[in-house]
């Protein structure tokens, strides 16, 4: 069973920083991209980044790019997302994705 656990959401004050997590199992980690998305109150689910397992390659939405980092540390089966400079518009609740499955999310606000 594939299961994808999102951690480290919080709240932060604008200009701050934060570190999410995205534990995965039950699939091949190296075979797969693992994208992170997000979604604000009344929008819609929104792509944040990506990354290969198998290469390293990665995407970043031009929002974010500059000021988010992702990264995986395939001994652990882990993804990570390095938010830093978060502003007010990065508020949302933060999936993780892979192979057509979902993790639960993890809510970060925002404050101005």
């Known amino acids: 069973e594939v299961q994808l656990v999102e951690s480290g959401g919080g709240l932060v004050q604008a200009g701050g920083s934060l570190r999410l997590s995205c534990a995965a199992s039950?699939?091949?980690?190296?075979?797969?991209?693992i994208g992170w998305f997000r979604q604000a109150p009344g929008k819609e689910r929104e792509g944040v980044s990506c990354i290969s397992s198998s290469d390293g390659s990665t995407y970043y939405a031009d929002s974010v790019k500059g000021r988010f980092t992702i990264s995986s540390d395939n001994a652990k089966n882990t993804v990570y997302l390095q938010m830093n400079s978060l502003n007010p518009e990065d508020t949302g609740f933060y999936y993780c994705?892979?192979?057509?499955?979902w993790g639960r999310g993890t809510q970060v606000t925002v404050s101005s």
């Open positions: 994705y892979a192979d057509g499955n």
């Open positions: 039950g699939f091949t980690f190296d075979d797969y991209a």
